[in-house]
């Protein structure tokens, strides 16, 4: 399967919110995520294999430094390829390319060793706090 991925590339609302859904366990829903991440984002990564989304990230920011990894996820017949690794790597290039100099993410323990083995992330300690 060859893979390509674009910072900043194009997607309609159907075929991310199926997409998202998929990987997050849940029904589609009407979201504008164009709207959203127009809105609220540095920029996100698209991965297309023959045309189909495939992968997507979105990269978050504080308007200087700082990015932050969102929405990692990859269409269950894509796993286990290096699409992932990919599209964090395709996200740190253009928050990079933006003049950001860390790169944040948050995860849940299963993912740990993708974040930190895959994708070359550092642990560190940090806070939550549910809203």
Do not use: K
């Not at 991440?37 to 698209?46: A, E, P």
């Amino acid at each position: 399967m060859t893979v390509t991925y674009r910072w900043r590339g194009e997607f309609d609302n159907p075929e991310i919110g199926a997409l998202h859904a998929q990987g997050f366990g849940h029904p589609p829903a009407p979201v504008d995520w164009r709207g959203r991440v127009d809105r609220h984002s540095l920029g996100w990564v698209c991965a297309r294999a023959e045309g189909a989304l495939v992968g997507f990230v979105n990269v978050a920011w504080d308007g200087g430094t700082h990015a932050f990894v969102l929405d990692t996820v990859v269409a269950a017949v894509a796993r286990r390829q290096g699409i992932g690794a990919g599209l964090v790597a395709a996200a740190a290039d253009g928050a990079r390319a933006a003049g950001c100099t860390w790169l944040h993410v948050d995860f849940e323990p299963g993912l740990r060793a993708f974040y930190l083995e895959s994708c070359g992330f550092s642990p560190t300690s940090a806070g939550l706090m549910a809203l």
